[in-house]
């Protein structure tokens, strides 16, 4: 689900040595200088290792740029093509922020990473030679053994990376009267606080304040704000319990503030430092008298809410495999729930995991990647079990008390396209599902195989929502395609789904059992061929979730408007290290007149549509709604709105100093309710498509922070 | 120059409904075609099409501008969907370089007809930096943009015109 860059890549690969007979030939000097080379080193160092590793290698979605992988992607273009490339896209959201002289230099260093020659005469731009016939795709072996960088284990400056500062506990608090959070406030959360990421176990981003409302929000003033650590991604939402807002900054820093007037209360940097690549923290969870964290790492942390210690900590995920969690976590029935993520080249599969909430003693998992002779594992054809990748739970999942499940979507099969997956239509299980699961043992009680067959890394991975129309009980989620799906969540039945943005990778769905057809050519694709898709891999909808409003039983749903082409690489049927499986080019979704950004209700009821709008720059925040018949949500050009939520009407607007990016919350303290935000960067495809795509939108490239908006304590 | 188009179709409140409702008049915003980082220097640019039917005539108009390189040639093309490319199927004209207009009248065969009426027809303009696409947009029916922010009723155009089932509407 993540940035998806230009170079797709996967969790399949190559053995060492694959390159060996084309490495073999002859080559010419190089249009580049020794000297560039080293001073590309440097450059590469301080900008690109953060995602690409120190030895080039790769990391999750971040494409390797030495040795077999890179010369499958590069070796039939040329030295000025991924000069312009970079250039034009590198460093991740930092895009043409460096001197050419500096991408020159990266240039000539990956180049000579690949076993290029130096020459006499210097690379300016401007030389155009086929990659293959200046690289053998050898790497030296210094470059082989450098220290595996990115993946958030180290730091200390450079492009999206977090300036080098101090870890551990800077801040020991000292709390007072806090009021331990049981399931039963947990079940039936006090509007005055916000408990879980999505404001209740359904997940409805809402509200039930309404001192803040149609009338008055044009009034909103700011209140306080916080700045957040500079490098990483930053998507988070506040945590508020008591008037205490707990805060998941980058870096996996977790913070307490007095919700009222901002002091800081502790601070507890846990640590690795974040790099640019999947160092969001979406969320925290409370739960008794600790605040639960997952950090990027895999690590879950229980710390003691009054004073930031750590109480436990536990790891997800075996260490230094590259396993990652970003998505958030939520407590259920005593357990802290996680998912997990960047599951590829490397076993186990991605699993869901629970953990005693007092001990954090593992009490069960469920992966999500079905094995050949378990239930499910004929649904990858005969791809090898250390072939099947994906999965991943991007997002932490939701909870109904009564019927005791969770229930959490899964990301796309790996690698993304059918041809390279060699697994045709089958559905790949449990990939891009809807699973839901026991809460007390994580046994399967049904899941939902939303997407068959996926090819365009159209995950069906987010928010499920939790809402009841009488006595019947619906899950709600809406994916990449934008389409709008609604399921029993006793029994896992389909029951209705409507397209919310344009998409052509579909042609058809069953009404009784939900099952997509795809467009013809589609299913007969081939490697190496490109081939259409809208939306592109930011979605129709993607990690910003949608907020729903009970009262007038209406979704609000930030959507995003882009297509790409992807072409699918052959990819080796052996595990081992990253390698390129697909290449992508974006455009403009027709029929959009090239806004990217739509805002849509629906009547969950009827599944109709009741308003939209659009606008250049995609929605880069959850939507907040609230009794005040107000929705909240912030954008890439840096715009923090109110609409009325029952006509779609902007009501009040503030510009922030950078891209607003996270989930707005609300919460009251002493009487008085409060709107807080949070602004970011990073975050992925829908964050990068706009960066690429908007050329006419500029912000900086720091500045993240919290915002926490008020009415005046005298209104006009 | 890209000004809200008048309004010649009709459709709307409650969204336009599919293949059913066919329009005489056609447009499209140009936009950069497919690209990627190494491409994106060369398919800079914006226009607008608009494309008028009369029987199996249509009438094509346009204006393009900021092209990085002169304006090659352009053309309409008919792909398997909308959104995705296909062949050439007519020349149209050209005037001016890294801005001007486009203009021309292509006869539809009865599968290009049934191709423009399923969204699958779009023009396409090459350009000396870019000979295979600077500037692409799919001809769908005519349609307004109320404005950036300027909410709809319903969900506004949504071009499904080619999906069967009409799942954009109520079952």
Redesign the interface.
């Given at each position: 689900m993540r940035h998806l860059g230009?170079y797709l890549t996967g969790a399949a690969v190559v053995a060492a040595g694959a390159w060996a007979a084309t490495s073999l030939a002859q080559t010419a000097a190089a249009p580049f200088t020794a000297a560039q080379a080293e001073a590309g080193r440097a450059a590469y160092a301080a900008n690109c290792a953060g995602c690409h590793q120190a030895n080039l290698a790769g990391s999750g979605e971040q494409p390797a740029l030495a040795g077999a992988p890179f010369m499958a992607a590069w070796g039939r273009?040329s030295t000025?093509?991924?000069y312009?490339?970079?250039?034009?896209?590198?460093p991740y959201g930092k895009a043409g922020s460096l001197d050419a002289a500096i991408y020159q230099n990266i240039t000539a260093f990956v180049m000579s990473a690949n076993g290029a020659k130096p020459g006499t005469t210097a690379f300016d731009g401007t030389q155009s030679v086929q990659i293959s016939a200046i690289a053998t795709g050898q790497v030296p072996a210094t470059i082989v053994n450098a220290r595996r960088g990115g993946g958030g284990d180290e730091g200390g400056g450079g492009a999206g990376r977090a300036p080098a500062m101090r870890l551990g506990q800077i801040l020991v608090g000292n709390i007072k009267n806090y009021t331990p959070v049981t399931d039963a406030m947990l079940v039936h959360p006090d509007p005055k606080d916000w408990l879980i990421y999505r404001g209740n176990y359904q997940a409805w981003s809402h509200s039930a304040l309404n001192q803040i409302n149609a009338n008055n929000v044009g009034q909103l003033q700011l209140k306080w704000s916080w700045a957040m650590n500079e490098g990483g991604e930053n998507a988070t939402g506040p945590t508020i319990h008591d008037g205490i807002m707990f805060l998941a900054n980058t870096s996996n820093t977790v913070e307490a503030f007095d919700a009222k007037t901002g002091e800081l209360l502790w601070q507890n940097r846990l640590g690795p430092l974040a790099t640019r690549a999947y160092s969001a923290l979406r969320s925290l969870a409370v739960y008794e008298d600790k605040v639960y964290i997952n950090a990027t790492d895999a690590k879950l942390y229980a710390l003691d809410a009054k004073t930031g210690k750590t109480v436990w900590e536990s790891d997800i995920a075996p260490p230094g495999k590259g396993f990652n969690e970003t998505g958030g976590l939520i407590v259920a029935h005593g357990k802290a729930i996680v998912g997990l993520t960047l599951c590829r080249g490397q076993m186990p599969h991605c699993y869901i995991s629970a953990y005693d909430a007092r001990t954090g003693k593992q009490v069960w998992k469920f992966t999500t990647i079905a094995a050949p002779g378990t239930p499910g594992g004929d649904t990858w054809g005969n791809v090898p079990d250390d072939m099947r990748a994906g999965g991943e739970t991007w997002i932490a999942g939701t909870y109904d008390p009564e019927l005791n499940i969770t229930y959490w979507g899964t990301a796309q099969s790996k690698p993304w396209m059918q041809a390279s997956r060699r697994s045709g239509t089958a559905s790949t299980l449990y990939a891009n599902s809807t699973l839901a699961l026991d809460a007390d043992t994580g046994q399967l009680k049904w899941y939902f195989s939303h997407a068959p067959g996926e090819t365009f890394d159209l995950d069906e991975v987010f928010e499920r929502v939790l809402i009841d129309h009488g006595s019947q009980k619906t899950l709600m989620t809406i994916g990449k395609a934008g389409i709008l799906w609604k399921l029993d969540r006793v029994t896992g039945k389909f029951l209705?789904?409507?397209?919310?943005?344009?998409?052509?990778v579909?042609?058809?769905?069953d009404?009784k059992t939900g099952r997509l057809s795809f467009?013809?050519?589609v299913l007969t694709q081939k490697t190496k061929t490109?081939i259409?898709a809208?939306p592109s891999a930011a979605g129709g909808h993607d990690w910003p979730p949608t907020s729903y409003d009970q009262k007038n039983d209406l979704m609000i749903i930030p959507l995003d408007q882009s297509?790409?082409?992807m072409l699918g690489h052959d990819v080796a049927q052996h595990t081992g290290v990253v390698q390129p499986e697909g290449?992508?080019?974006?455009?403009?979704?027709?029929?959009t007149?090239?806004?990217m950004g739509r805002l849509?209700a629906y009547r969950t009821a009827?599944?109709?549509?009741?308003?939209?709008?659009?606008?250049?720059s995609p929605f880069l925040t959850g939507v907040l709604s609230t009794d005040g018949n107000v929705s909240f949500v912030g954008d890439y050009d840096r715009v923090f709105?109110a609409?009325e939520t029952t006509?779609?009407?902007?009501l009040w607007t503030v510009r922030l100093p950078t891209v607003v990016q996270g989930n707005p919350v609300s919460f009251s303290v002493d009487g008085k309710q409060y709107i807080a935000i949070t602004t970011g960067l990073g975050g992925g495809s829908p964050f990068s498509k706009p960066s690429?795509?908007l050329?006419e939108v500029h912000h900086p490239d720091h500045g993240q922070a919290v915002y926490v908006f008020a009415l005046p304590d005298k209104m006009n | 120059m890209h000004a809200i188009r008048a309004l010649l179709a009709v459709f709307f409140v409650g969204g336009f409904s599919g293949a059913a409702c066919a329009a005489d008049v056609y447009a499209s915003r140009l936009t950069a075609v497919a690209y990627d980082g190494a491409m994106r220097a060369n398919v800079q640019g914006d226009g607008h099409v608009s494309a008028t039917l009369n029987g199996s005539s249509l009438t094509v108009t346009g204006d393009f501008a900021g092209l990085p390189s002169a304006a090659s040639s352009v053309k309409l093309y008919s792909g398997s969907g909308i959104g995705v490319p296909g062949d050439a199927i007519f020349d149209l004209q050209l005037s001016g370089q890294n801005q001007g207009s486009i203009s021309g009248t292509a006869k539809l065969s009865s599968k290009q007809l049934a191709a423009l009426k399923q969204g699958h027809v779009y023009v396409q303009l090459n350009s000396q930096k870019a000979p295979d696409g600077n500037l692409w947009g799919w001809l769908l029916p005519e349609h307004v943009f109320p404005g950036a922010n300027v909410p709809e009723k319903g969900h506004g155009f949504l071009p499904q015109l080619d999906v069967p089932g009409n799942w954009t509407e109520k079952k």
């Open positions: 230009k273009r000025k093509e991924f312009d490339d970079i250039r034009a896209e590198m209705d789904a409507r397209q919310t943005v344009f998409q052509n579909y042609n058809g769905i009404m467009r013809p050519d490109w259409s809208c297509c790409n082409m290449e992508e080019k974006v455009f403009f979704m027709p029929g007149d090239g806004n849509a009827t599944m109709e549509p009741v308003w939209s709008f659009q606008q250049r709105r609409v006509t779609g009407k902007t690429s795509m050329g | -």
